[in-house]
């Protein structure tokens, strides 16, 4: 009968306790720096008219980050992406040097690794701009 009485006695502030001790482990836990290995798909943007990607598009490369736990855990669900800016590129290989400043991060992660360090990417016309015809939309 004591047992029982010494369990209940303040047990609101028990509770309470036990609710406040969960609470700073998880701020401990998930505040802790982590790092994690993933693929990011690879994206490019404003590719020039008149000219393609030739041969095959790379495969997503592989990267490996460091930061607070929370923030990879979140990252992870949301799959970030490697932009590449073809804009003002001419027919020819263009070389995509730092891999990692292509990627968009959270403040606090931090790239650790990349593979591959660089891509290239070679263009060419297409075949209506090697036969030398242009196809135009004209108004109605």
């Known amino acids: 009968m004591k047992l029982r009485v010494m369990a209940t006695h303040n047990l609101g502030l028990k509770v309470l306790s036990l609710i406040m001790a969960v609470v700073i482990w998880f701020f401990v836990e998930f505040g802790k720096e982590a790092e994690i290995s993933m693929e990011v798909p690879v994206r490019f943007e404003n590719i020039p008219p008149g000219l393609v990607i030739a041969g095959t598009p790379p495969s997503p490369i ?5 930061g607070q736990r929370i923030v990879l855990m979140k990252l992870r669900a949301v799959r970030p992406v490697a932009h590449l ?12 040097p730092n891999m990692e400043r292509m990627i968009n991060l959270p403040e606090g992660v931090r ?19 090697r036969r030398g015809t242009v196809t135009r939309d004209v108004p109605d």
């Open 62 to 66: 592989n990267i490996r980050l460091k």
């Open 85 to 96: 800016d073809l804009k003002g590129a001419a027919e020819g290989t263009t070389g995509f």
């Open 111 to 129: 790239v650790t690794r990349v593979t591959p360090v660089a891509l290239e990417v070679r263009l060419t016309k297409t075949a209506m701009e």
